[in-house]
């Protein structure tokens, strides 16, 4: 048998039996009636919103952005979002209940002012709706590289120069710079982003063909490279001076003889000290092979000489000292001949020369004999030879014939002596008549 349910109530009042149901089944309810309120159990309903705060944009980009907030309670997540307060767009819905949001935005114009609000409904469906916030996205991306120009080289030496060039917007600088096309050298990277840019090159070789190009990045390193360009150190080189030489034409001139590693002029100071005193007139011909011609000069003397050669750049050389004697070319002077201690067979030829000189005499008899002395190979000033095998009581002439140590040949004037007659012995008259 089913139990009827029975409802008692408290408090009651009154009582009665409460009879219901089909003709096949009835069922009774007895119940207690009361004039107080009955006491159950009560519930309430979530009707408040929740409420966001710490709104903000992060990682704006040119195309895209970052926008986060936080709730009071767990919500979704969404964003409304546009170029003006009308939005448009929204973020797909993320369902999750959370305190913490964050949503990206993405596919946006850059340089370009956005508006957005957030949007966080908790589970009992309360939505929270943000005030307006905007952000701005960044502009493009620069892909673009400096336009170099006005490259050109200036304040050129023999070992440095500078580079200059121009760009249309700010940017570093730098350059590649070598004896060919490969440069193989590079400026420090100046890193100052600047549109009028100088480059310093040292330690250049001189009279050298370079090869530069300028280089320049943009802030965004997007770099630019000129195309090859060139400049030429100056030669600051003198000349290389070698192979000096005098060749003695005269007693009284010479010829200065000497090379030089580049085409040069030609001139040389000379004279008895090494302070010279004269020079050569100059020879502005530009040649390495080098002579001139001194003239003028004493003989027999010693002099000091350099050479001096300037070339095309106008860099001078000048050599050291050197030094050469001109040539004796006058012969002796021959003086006081006597010719002295004649003996029937022999007579001393006898004089003087004013310089060292050999010696010998040549002698005649007669106008077809004549004889020649041995010669004296030692160089005096005061000379004496004795000629003999003479015949006695005979006039000779002779002359006689000096020559100094360079070769000259001094010959004296004729001159004669007489050797002393033979000695007639006469033997004594004998008286044989006492």
């Given at each position: 048998m089913t139990k009827n349910p029975i409802f008692k109530f408290t408090s009651a009042v009154m009582a009665g039996l409460l009879l219901f149901g089909s003709p096949n089944s009835a069922y009774a309810v007895f119940a207690e009636y009361s004039t107080a309120t009955s006491t159950q159990p009560t519930t309430s309903i979530d009707t408040t919103p929740p409420t966001t705060s710490a709104v903000a944009s992060s990682s704006v980009t040119s195309t895209g952005a970052t926008v986060a907030w936080n709730t009071n309670e767990a919500s979704t997540t969404q964003v409304d979002w546009g170029t003006t307060t009308s939005y448009g767009s929204s973020t797909t819905l993320n369902t999750t209940l959370v305190t913490s949001h964050s949503q990206a935005l993405s596919n946006l114009t850059a340089n370009t002012l956005y508006h957005y609000r957030v949007k966080s409904k908790d589970a009992a469906g309360n939505l929270g709706v943000s005030g307006d916030f905007t952000f701005n996205t960044l502009p493009p991306p620069d892909t673009t590289p400096p336009t170099i120009s006005a490259t050109a080289s200036s304040n050129v030496t023999g070992t440095n120069a500078m580079i200059a060039w121009m760009t249309n917007e700010k940017s570093n600088s730098s350059v590649n710079y070598g004896t060919t096309t490969s440069y193989g050298s590079t400026t420090p990277l100046d890193p100052n982003l600047v549109l009028n840019h100088n480059a310093a090159l040292n330690n250049l070789a001189s009279?050298?063909?370079?090869?530069?190009?300028?280089?320049?990045?943009?802030?965004?390193n997007n770099c630019q490279v000129s195309g090859d360009l060139t400049f030429t150190t100056l030669d600051i080189a003198p000349p290389v001076i070698f192979a000096e030489a005098a060749s003695l034409g005269t007693g009284t001139g010479a010829m200065i003889t000497w090379m030089t590693n580049e085409a040069s002029d030609t001139q040389v100071d000379y004279g008895t000290e090494t302070t010279y005193g004269s020079t050569a007139t100059l020879n502005?011909?530009?040649?390495?092979?080098?002579?001139?011609?001194?003239?003028?000069?004493?003989?027999?003397?010693?002099?000091?000489?350099?050479?001096?050669?300037?070339?095309?750049?106008?860099?001078?050389?000048?050599?050291?000292?050197?030094?050469?004697?001109?040539?004796?070319?006058?012969?002796?002077?021959?003086?006081?001949?006597?010719?002295?201690?004649?003996?029937?067979?022999?007579a001393a030829i006898n004089w003087t020369t004013n310089e060292a000189s050999n010696d010998r005499v040549e002698y005649c008899e007669g106008e077809n004999t004549c004889k020649t002395s041995a010669q004296d190979t030692t160089p005096l000033e005061n000379h004496s030879i004795t000629i003999t095998d003479l015949t006695a009581g005979t006039t000779y002439k002779y002359r006689i014939i000096s020559m100094d140590q360079a070769g000259?040949?001094?010959?004296?004037?004729?001159?004669?002596?007489?050797?002393?007659?033979?000695?007639?012995?006469?033997?004594?008259?004998?008286?044989?008549?006492?």
């Open positions: 009279q050298t063909l370079y090869h530069y190009q300028v280089k320049s990045c943009d802030a965004a502005t011909a530009l040649v390495t092979s080098h002579n001139q011609e001194l003239s003028g000069l004493t003989e027999s003397t010693t002099y000091h000489y350099r050479v001096r050669s300037r070339d095309q750049a106008g860099n001078l050389s000048i050599s050291g000292d050197f030094t050469f004697t001109t040539l004796d070319i006058t012969a002796p002077v021959i003086s006081e001949v006597t010719a002295t201690d004649m003996t029937t067979t022999s000259n040949i001094s010959t004296s004037t004729d001159m004669t002596f007489t050797t002393i007659p033979p000695v007639t012995i006469v033997s004594p008259a004998i008286d044989m008549t006492t």
